[in-house]
């Protein structure tokens, strides 16, 4: 069996057709899916903060062995404070976080846009 672990919003419009570009995408069978409302603005800010957030993604990798893990944003986000140009600028730096908290897994960042098509911002 082959993993990823997706770090997402809750917003239901972005679950399907990030999943399914991600089984695509890196050939992966599952999509370990961790969701909060506005997912990329709290990775950006915080996100060493958040023990229980840190705990799923724990969680997975370590059940799992995931191939990598994605952090996704999107259009129209009810979670985040943020308007759109911010909220995918703010990408970067949830990624640059990830990758200092679980160093050693490839970690890709993603935009879902306004037609719900993924856009890799961060390859891996
Ligand atoms: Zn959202």
């Known amino acids: 069996m082959s993993f990823a672990t997706c770090l997402n919003c809750i917003d239901g419009r972005t679950h399907l057709p990030l999943i399914n570009w991600i089984r695509d995408k890196y050939k992966v069978e599952f999509v370990d899916?961790?969701?909060?409302?506005?997912?990329?603005?709290?990775?950006?800010?915080?996100?060493?903060?958040?023990?229980?957030?840190?705990?799923?993604?724990?969680l997975s990798l370590e059940k799992h062995q995931p191939k990598l893990i994605i952090a996704a944003g999107?259009?129209?986000?009810?979670?985040?404070?943020?308007?759109?140009?911010?909220?995918?600028k703010d990408i970067d730096r949830a990624v640059a976080n990830i990758m200092q908290l679980f160093p050693g897994i490839p970690v890709s960042g993603v935009w879902i846009n306004d037609t719900w098509t993924v856009e890799e911002i961060i390859s891996p």
Request: hydrophobic share 35%; glycine share 8%.
């Open 33 to 58: 899916l961790i969701t909060e409302p506005g997912m990329i603005e709290l990775l950006a800010c915080g996100f060493q903060a958040n023990s229980s957030l840190i705990t799923k993604v724990q």
């Open 74 to 88: 999107h259009y129209d986000c009810a979670g985040c404070s943020k308007n759109n140009l911010e909220h995918k």
